[in-house]
Structures are given as structure tokens and as C-alpha cells.
DNA sequence: GTCTATAGGCTGATAGAC
DNA sequence: GTCTATCAGCCTATAGAC
């Protein structure tokens, strides 16, 4: 009995996310550049022409993944906003939630391919529309009014709000580099960087 | 009348940091893989085929200028550890340079290609070789005593010093990338990251 | 010292067998 | 769907003219 049209569906996106996951691995630590199709394809057990089955080309894949790491940071935002509690409250819960994620699993490689789309020219054309977009809101920019928030109620100290965006982020960022450098890396306490806002 | 060998030798060592700064200025954005040698004859205003009568192959370039940022960042830990004044204002005093340094001129170029060299799989074996190497101090290692000097006459808080000195760290880092990716982006004051110590 | 021309190798992408 | 063989283009590095 032949699969259904729905079961071949279903198959083919499942290939399609092995060689995205492969391929997540590989860009990560080698970039986009230095990464060959024959990379993705060892990683993923499969032929290289076989990737050329599923996806158009290397900046197809670079690009999905871009855009997949960019919802991702914007989720944890808006998850933010959405918690119980004061506005520092809700930025103590995302900057756990965020050094846990980078300490396991393979959310830290998403948060290095956004690094890499954004401070790398060598990127794809798409990338660097979707980045200059309305459709993408920096993380920097969705701080913002979780800061102001705070500092109209006097929990966070009245410095300029992109400055202290800015510094948060910065600590967020760098850490996930120094994690990849460094994967035993101590994860510092959330309460640390939350200093900044006292 | 002929040049004399020294002038040859200046000559030819003015050409040579021409380059270097011409490869900086390109390997900093695209990084190593995506620079072709013609990219940086190019910023250099010279011919691809010069590049070869100064350097060995492209990956000598790069590796040069890795060493380069590594002393470069050895060096301002250095003179912090020879400024006058306690612990903490030593750390005050470097964050100013580093911060100030970020926002002028082109150490923030060193600063990336540090980081590229320490993220990336795709970088020469020499480079690999030589951040594993006993040469190579890393700049959290470098931190940790003057945080520990701090610790002992109370300036600063009694947490491990490494996960201070990592999070110091990663807000350097990442205000470094911060900074390549929107470059008007304001800088915040020395105070706000010097919280993390109190 | 500086250039242009080119060799040689690698890789992205495709074609076609199974 | 999956593989292997191959094409075409690009890039590093060299050779050789000026």
C-alpha cells in the first residue's frame, strides 16, 4: 500500500528539518562562507546532491534559518511582556529563561547565526532585507518599553533606556559567544547583570 | 643616488602595514573565508598579485593580525594593572579605554577579528594553535586578579570571580558587535557595567 | 616593485542513473 | 527519493613581462 499524499508531506518535512538542523551545526561554527554543501550533507548523513532535493541553494538555507532565529528572539520578548509581575520582575524571568537556553541544547546556535547574519557582510541579499525590514524588530528595540515601564515606576534607574538596552543586550550577546568559545563556561547568575537596572 | 637598504627596508615595511590595514578593514566585515585576496588589493589600491610579493598566502594575513589584536588586548589589561588607585578604579579606568576605544578609530576592527578567530572552526591552524597555546593569555583569565584584589579590601562583591569576569567580559564583546552592527549606537557610561562589581 | 595572464584546484549546482 | 558523475565558475597562488 503506497503512502497517502498527506504521509510524503509529513516525510519531506521531516528530511527537510534533519538537513536544517545539520546545517544550523555546521553555519554556527563555520559560517556561512566557509561552509561547503558537502558539510551540511556528512552532518546530516546524506548526499550532497540529495540537499540540492530539498532546498534551493546554501543561502536558502542560511536565510531560513536567519528568519528562524530571529522569531525566536522576538518570542522570548513578547513572552516577557506577557509574564505576571513588574517590569523587572518580567526582565529577570527572560534573562533566566535566556541563560538557560544558551547553557543546553541548541538554542545558543540560533543566537549565533543572528550574530553572524547580523555583523557579517557576507551574507545574501535576502538577509540583509529581512534585517533592514519593518518585518524584523531588534531585540534592542523591544527592550525599550520594558525598560521605560520599570523606570516610570522607580525600579530601574533613570539613565537614557536605549543605553541600558543596549548594555543588557550586549551581556547577552557576548556571553553566547563566550559560551561557544568556552563551552564549560560558568553560567554567571541572572542577578548579575540585572545590576545594570539598579 | 640609490636608496639605502634601511629606506628598502622601511619602504617595503610601510607597504606591508598598507595591506594589513586594507585586510583588516575587510576580513573585520566579512570574515576571513568570505574576503577574497582581490578584496583587500582592492581596499589597498594595489594589485592582487602585489599581495603575494609581501605576504605568504592570505591565511598568513589573517594570522598576523589575530596576533596583533591578542597583544593589543593583553596590553590594555597590562596597563590597567599598572594604574594608580585601587582595583575597582583600575577596572573603572579600563572600561573607559575600552569603551572609548570602541567608539573611535579602528581597534574595534582588532576586537572582531579576536572574536571571529575565537568563534569560528574556519580559521588558519595556526591561529587554533596559538589561542591554545601558553603565549596566548585570555582576557577573562586576566581579569580574575584584579577582581580577586578587589574582593579582598571589600570594593567589590563576594561572587566567584570568574563568572564576574565573564559577564564583564561578555558585555565587551558584545557592545563590540553592537557597535560594528549600528555603528551611531550610543555608548553607554563605564558606571553601568561597573555595577556588576558592587 | 608592480602589473597582467593564467594555471590548478575547489565547490556550488545540475543531470541522469537507479 | 537518493546517489554519483560532471559541468561551470571562481579564487588562490604563481609566472613572467615591464
Known amino acids: 500500500m503506497p503512502r497517502t499524499e498527506a504521509q510524503n508531506i509529513k516525510l519531506r518535512e521531516l528530511r527537510r528539518e534533519e538537513i536544517l538542523q545539520a546545517a544550523l551545526n555546521v553555519f554556527s561554527r563555520r559560517g556561512m562562507v566557509?561552509?561547503?554543501?558537502?558539510?551540511?550533507?556528512?552532518?546530516?548523513?546524506?548526499?550532497?546532491?540529495?540537499?540540492y532535493h530539498y532546498f534551493q541553494s546554501k543561502e536558502e538555507i542560511f536565510t531560513l534559518l536567519v528568519k528562524r532565529a530571529a522569531e525566536s528572539s522576538g518570542q522570548i520578548i513578547e513572552k516577557a511582556h506577557l509574564q505576571e509581575g513588574t517590569a523587572l520582575e518580567k526582565l529577570k524571568w527572560m534573562t533566566e529563561q535566556?541563560?538557560?537556553?544558551?547553557?543546553?541544547?541548541?538554542?545558543?546556535l540560533l543566537f549565533l547565526i543572528?550574530?553572524?547574519?547580523?555583523?557579517?557582510?557576507?551574507v545574501p541579499e535576502e538577509v540583509k532585507r529581512f534585517l533592514s525590514s519593518e518585518e524584523f524588530k531588534s531585540p534592542v528595540h523591544g527592550?525599550?518599553?520594558?525598560?521605560?515601564?520599570?523606570?516610570?515606576?522607580?525600579?530601574?534607574?533613570?539613565?537614557?533606556p536605549l543605553k541600558l538596552a543596549i548594555?543588557?543586550?550586549?551581556?547577552?550577546?557576548?556571553?553566547?559567544?563566550?559560551?561557544?568559545?568556552?563551552?564549560?563556561?560558568?553560567?554567571?547568575?541572572?542577578?548579575?547583570?540585572?545590576?545594570?537596572f539598579k
Open 114 to 122: 543572528m550574530i553572524q547574519a547580523s555583523t557579517s557582510d557576507a
Open 34 to 51: 566557509a561552509t561547503k554543501i558537502s558539510d551540511i550533507a556528512k552532518e546530516a548523513n546524506l548526499s550532497h546532491g540529495l540537499v
Open 167 to 196: 548594555s543588557y543586550y550586549s551581556f547577552i550577546q557576548g556571553f553566547a559567544i563566550n559560551k561557544l568559545q568556552w563551552t564549560q563556561c560558568p553560567v554567571p547568575e541572572a542577578e548579575i547583570i540585572m545590576k545594570i
Open 98 to 108: 535566556i541563560l538557560y537556553s544558551l547553557s543546553e541544547g541548541q538554542q545558543i
Open 143 to 160: 527592550l525599550i518599553p520594558l525598560i521605560s515601564e520599570g523606570q516610570q515606576c522607580n525600579e530601574i534607574v533613570q539613565e537614557d
